[in-house]
C-alpha cells in the first residue's frame, strides 16, 4: 500500500491553478483566474530557440547554465549594482530559483518573514523545508514598512522575501521604504530574497530593488512575464561575491533536482536581453486602469502600481462567498485566502484583452448591486 509522505499533509494543492482548471470546463468565462502575459513572445526570440532546437543544442547544459548567458546576466547586475564578479546561476524559472534559495538557506525551525498576502508559493515552500511562516500583516494598504516588518521579527527570522512589484496587490514598494526595511533588514541580519519577476511592469515609475541598499540580498529574477514565455521556465539567480557559497549549494541542489534549465530557451534568451517590449508594458498601463476605473465605484481596491493583478475587497469582506457568486455569473476570480491569512478580498489578474476585462467589470460591478440591493444568487 502507498503511503503518501507526512510532509504532504502541510501543503494543498494551489487555489490558482485550481480556478484556471475550472476555466476548460466553463463556456465562454471571463478568466482573471492566471497570472501569466496574454501577448505572444517576440518574433526574433521565437526564431532563435527554433534555431536553438534545430542545431541540436536540445541536450544538457552545465548545472549553472550556458557560459554565454551568464557572462551576459553579470554583466549586466555588475553595471546595476556595482557588484563585482556576482555569481548566477539559470534556473527552472524564478520558481526554480526560489525553491533551491530555501531548500538551501532554510533548516527546521528557521523564520521566513512574509508580507501578508504573499505570492502562494512562499508559504508553501517554507514550509516543506521545516520553516516557520512570520506573517507581516499590511493590511488594509498592503504597504511593507520598515515598522511592521520590524515587528514581526523575531530572534528566529533568517530570510525576508520580498516581492515589488508585488503579486497579488500589484503595490510596489517606494524607494523610501526600501531604504527602512533594508535598514531593518541589517540590524536583523536577515537574508533577502527578492522576488522580481515583475520588474518591468511598473506603471508610475522604476520598481526599484532593495539590492541597491542591501548586499545581503539574493535577485530573483526571470523571463516569463515580460517576454511572454512562461512555459519556457526560464529563470536566474544573481548575488554578490559575499554570497557565492549560497550560489554554490544551489547549483549543487540543482544538480539533483532540476539537472539544468532548458537549453535551447537559454540560447533564446540572449536574443530576448536585446528585445524591446515598451509596448507590451504601455498596454497592460492602460489595462490597469482600464481595471481601476471599472471597480472603484462599488468595490473597494488600491490602485495597482505594478505587475497585472488587483486585489479587491470582498463585499461584507466574505471573499470565498464572493467568488463562489462570480464563478456562478462567468467570471473566475481567486479568493483572497490562496494568498493570506485572511479571506476579505480577492484577486484579479487583468492579463487578458480588453474587452475581456471590460465584460468582467460589467458582471463583478453587477454582482456587486444586487448584494448591495439584498438579492440572492
Known sequence: MTTIAKRMALIEASGIRRIWQLAATMKDPVNFSIGEPDFAAPEAVK????????????????????????????????AEFGWQEPAVLVTSGLSGALTLALMAIVDAGDGVLLADPYFVSYKHLTVLQGGVCQFVDTYPDFA??????????????KVLVLNSPTNPTGRVIPVEQLQAIAQVAREAGLLVLSDEIYRDFSYDGPAESIANYYENTLLLRGFSKTYGVPGWRLGYVAAPKALAGVIDAMTTLQQYTFVCAPHPFQVAALTALGCDT?????????KRDLIYEGLKGPFELHRPEGAFYAFVRAPGGRATEFVERAIQRGVLVIPGSVFSQQDSHFRL???TGEAQIRRGIERLCALAGEIAGGRGN
Open 349 to 351: 489578474s487583468y492579463a
Open 47 to 78: 526564431r532563435e530557440a527554433i534555431r536553438a532546437i534545430e542545431s541540436d543544442r536540445n541536450n544538457y547544459t552545465v548545472t549553472a547554465g550556458i557560459p554565454e548567458l551568464r557572462q551576459v546576466l553579470a554583466a549586466r547586475v555588475a
Open 278 to 286: 515598451s509596448a507590451q508594458i504601455a498596454a497592460y498601463r492602460r
Open 144 to 157: 511593507l514598512t520598515a515598522e511592521r516588518l520590524r515587528s514581526a521579527v523575531t530572534k528566529t527570522s
